[in-house]
């Protein structure tokens, strides 16, 4: 008899995890997604800001993001429109560093080139040469990888894993998992809210920001809290020609949305609590986004703001990464916490979680690191570059 793997959460990475372990399933094998909605209304892959880097300060991260881009290149065949099947854009990221920056920017740019990733350093005069929109009076240094950065549409790609799953023949069932069952060392079935039971032989928990409400049914408590963040789509009168995705010193992301721009901010920690409705926070345009955006560009001092979103990071308070493994019952599988960059990633860490189910092991990325045993061990991963 085939094995029954149940994942619970179909956004990117349940959806990667079902469309890669199905394509390696064996005779027999089932796998049921279990999504409580299908509009994917609230799931952080559709309210994403859809970007990619290859610069991480965690080499595993590095690696993902590699494989993340090979993917999305991979579907530019399968659609005859620009930007393929996940509308992908290529574009580097720019992060730009002050003074007391510049040293930590250098040392992961030693460690991402190590990693094969190309990135073009600029000192200040050189920012302002190839930048002249950009005041860089106050900058020592800036970084940009010359490959593999740009933006996609994220909605798209979690539809594109969902169909490859349904064409092998993954059930999506539409349910709330209100908690697993276990029996011994084992889960052993889902509990659904209408009070159905769909039993199985090993579970994913792909839940992202809501992840650690169903780990906690079997014990196991994750580090894993839903924290809002606000995308703003703003419009500026004056065209900027060659605008990369920039990181400013202050941590604000912006970058291109077709006409506009698209930017956010990470809320400051003291306002920065767990599970806030997701109305936008419009005073992070007001103060910090607009004022640093403005004094960094002056051509955005007319910024105006077109619409505004909020979606949750599944953010891992404890060291900003994922957590991938097993841990707890015996066949209970983790696969969230990543904290911002989970879309990015979510083509390389389907493919992971399908190899650990499939052999026991990982077979192309090694993504032991990134165990949620080390919340146990000590053996922190801390990213630095989560905005
Ligand atoms: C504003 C914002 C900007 C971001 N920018 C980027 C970016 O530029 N690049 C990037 O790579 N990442 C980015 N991220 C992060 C990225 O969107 C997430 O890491 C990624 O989408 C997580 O995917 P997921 O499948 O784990 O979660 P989700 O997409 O949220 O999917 C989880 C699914 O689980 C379902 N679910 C949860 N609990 C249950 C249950 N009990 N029963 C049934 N179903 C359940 C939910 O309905 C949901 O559909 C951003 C996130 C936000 C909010």
């Known amino acids: 008899m085939g094995q029954h793997t149940i994942i619970i959460g179909g956004g990117g990475i349940g959806s990667a995890t ?52 090979e993917f999305m290149r991979s579907c530019l065949d399968e659609a005859r429109v620009p930007g393929g099947a996940v509308g992908l854009n290529e574009r580097g990221y720019l992060f730009l560093g002050g003074e007391h920056q510049a040293g930590s920017l250098r040392q992961r740019a030693d460690g991402n080139r190590a990693l094969d990733v190309a990135i073009q350093e600029f000192t200040s005069q050189e920012l302002s040469a190839r930048y002249p929109w950009m005041r860089c009076d106050d900058l020592a240094y800036g970084a940009v990888a010359t490959a593999g950065e ?33 029996h011994g060392s084992k889960v052993v079935a889902a509990i659904l809210a209408d009070g159905s039971r769909i039993e199985g032989d090993r579970f994913v928990n792909a839940g992202g920001a809501w992840s650690a409400k169903v780990a906690h049914s079997v014990g196991v408590e994750l580090p894993v809290r839903a924290r809002r963040r606000t995308i703003f789509i703003v419009s500026c009168p004056t065209p900027i020609a060659d605008f990369p995705i920039l990181i400013d010193t202050s941590g604000i ?18 306002d920065d609590h767990d599970d806030l409705p997701l109305d936008p926070d419009f005073s992070l345009f007001d103060d910090p986004i607009w004022p640093t955006l403005a004094e960094r560009i002056p051509a955005f001092e007319a910024l105006r703001v077109e619409r505004a979103w909020a979606g949750y990071y599944e953010y891992n308070t404890v060291d900003h990464n994922g957590l991938v493994g097993q841990i707890g019952p015996d066949n209970f599988v983790v696969a969230t916490g990543f904290s911002g960059h989970g879309l990015m990633h979510s083509a390389g860490v389907g493919r ?31 990213e630095d570059a989560v905005y």
């Open 352 to 382: 992971a979680v399908a190899e650990l189910l499939t052999h026991g092991a990982y077979q192309t990325i090694d993504l032991s690191a990134l165990t949620p045993g080390r919340l146990e061990s000590g053996q922190l991963i801390v």
């Open 150 to 182: 740009g933006w996609f549409d994220g909605y798209m790609l979690q539809q594109l894993y969902r169909s490859r799953a349904r064409a092998h023949g993954v059930q999506y069932l539409h349910g709330n998992v209100i908690r697993l069952e276990t």
């Open 253 to 270: 992301f912006v970058r291109p949305e077709q006409h506009h721009f698209l930017c956010t901010v990470s809320p400051e920690a003291k």
């Open 18 to 69: 079902a469309a890669f372990l199905a394509s390696s399933s064996a005779a027999g094998d089932r796998i049921t997604v279990i999504e409580r909605d299908p509009t994917y209304q609230t799931a952080s892959s559709s309210l994403s800001a859809s970007s990619i880097r290859q610069q991480f300060s965690t080499p595993a991260n590095v690696q993902l993001s590699q494989f993340g881009w």
